[in-house]
C-alpha cells in the first residue's frame, strides 16, 4: 500500500493526500509536478526511473474498511540525501532515454 508521503523530496512543498499534483516513481519517491519534470526532466534522481501521477485515496470508504480514515496518508516527511544541484545532474545524464528503456 502507498505511504502517500507528505511533501516534495525536492523543493520540500507540501503534497495533501489529495494532492492532483504528486508524482511518484516506482519506489514511490515523490515529487512535486514542477520538480519531477521541470527540474529533473521525469527522471527519479533516487532510481533514474520515470514519473507517474500519485492516486489519490478516497476519503470516503466506499467499501467497508478502505479509505483514507482506515489507511491514513503518512506524516513523515522524506527529503532527498542529494542537493538540487545532484539531483538535475543526475537527471540530465539519462533525461533523453526513454523511462521503459532505462
Known amino acids: 500500500m502507498l505511504l502517500i ?9 507540501p503534497l495533501k493526500p489529495d ?3 504528486a508524482m511518484i516513481c516506482s519506489y514511490e519517491c515523490t515529487f512535486c509536478r ?6 529533473l526532466s521525469n527522471v527519479c534522481p533516487n ?3 520515470g514519473f507517474v501521477p500519485r492516486p489519490i485515496r478516497p476519503k470516503q470508504a466506499y467499501r467497508p474498511g478502505v ?7 503518512s506524516d513523515t516527511k522524506v527529503v532527498s540525501r542529494y542537493s538540487t544541484s545532484e539531483m ?3 537527471a540530465k ?3 533523453s532515454i526513454a523511462p521503459e528503456q532505462r
Open 5 to 13: 508521503k507528505p511533501n516534495c523530496e525536492c523543493c520540500d512543498a
Open 34 to 39: 514542477h520538480c519531477a519534470l521541470d527540474k
Open 93 to 95: 545524464d539519462i533525461a
Open 19 to 21: 494532492a492532483i499534483d
Open 47 to 49: 532510481c533514474g526511473g
Open 67 to 73: 479509505s483514507l480514515s482506515h489507511q491514513p496518508a
Open 88 to 90: 538535475s545532474e543526475f
